[in-house]
């Protein structure tokens, strides 16, 4: 049977880590051997006790401590009163949820696309490569709108050393990058000739960034994005987080692009309008 | 399973309430009809024929609105309903069907389970079709599926009683003191023309399978959904009847000595904000995208094959609740026609 009961959580620290965003490290009370097994890409269900639950992603799984960090934008009550709590406090914690992202290193050449918060999600794989020195294998691009709208400074400080990381900025100061991270996909795929693609941020980046990957030759099933949608049970039970016959607690958030178009009946060409946000 | 004779089903009635709760529909004296509870010393005649009653038994099951957990502080505490021995007595093929349904859904929910596993479900066999019904045509009825009640109740042509079908060991073991005698001469014959009548009836409601085809083929435009969702008050009576609908919402309240309750509620996926997320962003933020999901959600091929069964059951109710006039007949009927 399900649990739908939150496990205590502790709330260690937290710093501010981009605007209205804070970066928070948790530990889980009596972290069991399911909460290792945690990928990349899935998410968990954090109880603000008088406020309710809201799913969030891990920046890094829980290690053998029940250790764990989030990055967490300020966007309604429950980010509030999380906000408003001191270290010490306790919290509800249930996971991990949904599915991650593939794990698929060795001969694959992946472009990790991220916008805003999207990266976010993408920060364990990100980790994972910049530990392994896949430096040949993944490569970032990062957009966001202005640059205290980036998140995750100290972790990109040290991926910037270890694999090839372009940022770019909707509203760039002289001598950084403008634009959106389309605007440097001629670039890089001519530089590192991606075959797979991972992207995670607004709908309607990830819908951009998919076609024009495709128009680049990858295929569309070689293409992941992580779908937000409002959660409230996180175990396929409540009914909100549906995308056609799926529910993203289950099947998602990471989608096969190919799925995720079969799933809502578009096309490549007609998948924009219907989703568009952010 | 064996099939016994009964003479009298208020018998049958008043025993099974010795041992536990026992529920069945009866008129409010206010022109409404609810399931409420019957005692054992309850001999009023059953009236087994006519409407499916206006909410379905999923609330027994799933409950409107219940505690999940407590937070005090320090500590979070599950609560599991404790649910004493309960009978539902005289349900359709429709709704047992459909209990069937959410049985699936709802298999490793711990609450909903408590609740089903203390349940013994008796099912009335209908004879002739009820008005907005159309059981046949989904597969749910008029005769009720094996193994989808603990007991079955068949009425004789010839007044004289009926057959009592045992679909489960707990079906026969809540029935053994009454040492009934076995007989099933004539129940096929008999369920199999209640079958036939009823289909009979239901004969003229074919447009629906045309609607259902052109629903999974894709051949239902957006402007046709739209043009339906215009018709959405979203007042969510339509999920509230829908005996297969289980949507839930949370609601979390703190006490006055600060311990936290957190519950859920029945939801819809009808109102507008069902999917609207902190950011503002809503994926289904039209009232066409909307209807048009709670009808895929009833007939879609991809539910069906993950459920074994349509969402839909049959039974009518969305088009006896629905103010817009949008129920299944004014949907599904409607985006049939070429
Ligand atoms: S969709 Fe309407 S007819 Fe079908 S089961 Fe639900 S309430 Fe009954
Ligand atoms: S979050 Fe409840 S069904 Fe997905």
Request: net charge negative; proline share 6%; glycine share 10%.
């Amino acid at each position: 049977m399900i649990d739908l009961t939150p496990r205590k959580l502790h709330l260690l620290d937290s710093y501010e880590d981009g605007r209205d965003a804070r970066h928070f490290s948790f530990r889980i009370d009596f972290p069991q051997a399911h909460d290792l097994a945690t990928m990349p890409g899935q998410f968990f269900m954090l109880a603000v006790p008088g406020v309710g639950e809201a799913p969030f992603t891990y920046v890094s799984p829980p290690n053998l401590y029940g250790h764990f960090n989030a990055l967490i934008r300020r966007m309604g009550n429950l980010t509030d009163a999380l906000f408003a709590l001191r270290p010490g406090d306790t919290l509800g914690y249930r996971g991990p949820f949904g599915k991650g992202w593939p794990l698929f290193f060795s001969p694959r050449r992946v472009l990790v696309v991220a916008g805003g918060c999207g990266l976010a999600p993408l920060a364990g794989l990100i980790d994972e490569a910049s530990r392994e020195h896949l430096s040949s294998r993944l490569s970032v691009v990062y957009g966001a709108r202005r640059d205290e709208d980036q998140i995750l400074a100290r972790e990109r400080l040290r991926w910037k050393l270890a694999i090839p990381f372009i940022e770019t900025l909707d509203d760039a100061a002289a001598g950084q990058r403008r634009g959106t991270p389309l605007d440097h996909f001629d670039e890089v795929f001519a530089t590192v000739q991606p075959d797979t693609l991972l992207c995670c941020g607004p709908e309607s980046l990830m819908l951009g960034a998919a076609r024009a990957s495709v128009e680049h030759g990858i295929q569309p099933s070689r293409i992941w994005v992580s779908l937000e949608r409002r959660m409230h049970c996180g175990v396929g039970l409540c009914g909100h987080c549906y995308i056609g016959a799926s529910y993203a607690c289950l099947d998602g958030p990471t989608y096969r692009y190919d799925r995720f178009l079969a799933l809502t009946g578009a096309t490549d060409s007609c998948a924009a309008p219907a989703l568009q946000r952010c | 399973m064996s099939t016994h004779e009964l003479a009298e089903v208020e018998r049958l009635r008043r025993h099974l309430a010795q041992s536990r709760r026992l529920y069945e529909v009866r008129d409010d004296g206010q022109g409404g009809r609810h399931w409420q509870e019957v005692g054992p010393k309850d001999f009023t005649p059953l009236e087994p024929e006519g409407d499916p009653p206006p909410f379905s038994a999923k609330l027994f099951f799933f409950a409107e609105r219940e505690l999940l957990f407590r937070f005090d502080g320090g500590q979070f505490y599950s609560s599991l309903p404790e649910v004493r021995p309960q009978a539902i007595f005289g349900l359709h093929a429709c709704d047992l069907q459909a209990i069937a349904y959410q049985d699936r859904f709802f298999a490793q929910d711990p609450h909903y389970q408590a609740r089903r596993h203390a349940t013994l479900l008796v099912g009335v066999e209908c004879r002739e079709s009820c008005s907005n019904g159309f059981c046949s045509l989904v597969e749910s009825g008029p005769l009720v599926g094996d193994g989808l009640a603990d007991l079955v109740l068949v009425r004789r042509d010839d007044a004289r009683g009926w057959w009592l079908r045992v679909g489960s060991a707990a079906g026969a073991e809540a029935i053994r003191e009454l040492r009934l005698p076995t007989n099933l001469d004539g129940c096929q014959a008999t369920r199999e023309s209640n079958a036939a009548r009823v289909a009979l009836a239901q004969l003229h409601d074919r447009e629906l399978l045309d609607g259902v085809a052109a629903l999974n083929a894709g051949q239902v435009s957006a402007d046709t959904w739209e043009t339906l969702g215009t018709h959405c008050f979203g007042c969510s009576g339509c999920t509230q009847v829908c005996p297969t609908c289980s949507c839930f919402a949370p609601l979390e309240q703190v006490g006055a000595s600060g311990e936290v309750q957190h519950e859920r509620v029945w939801d819809s996926c009808l109102y507008e904000g069902f999917q609207a997320e902190a950011s503002g962003h809503n994926p289904s933020a039209s009232p066409g995208q909307r209807v048009q999901r709670f009808w895929l959600h009833k007939f879609g091929e991809p539910f069906r094959e993950q459920f074994g069964h349509y969402g839909c059951v049959g039974c009518g109710r969305c088009d006896r609740v629905c103010p817009g006039g949008i129920g299944v007949h004014g949907v599904i009927g409607e985006v049939g026609r070429p």
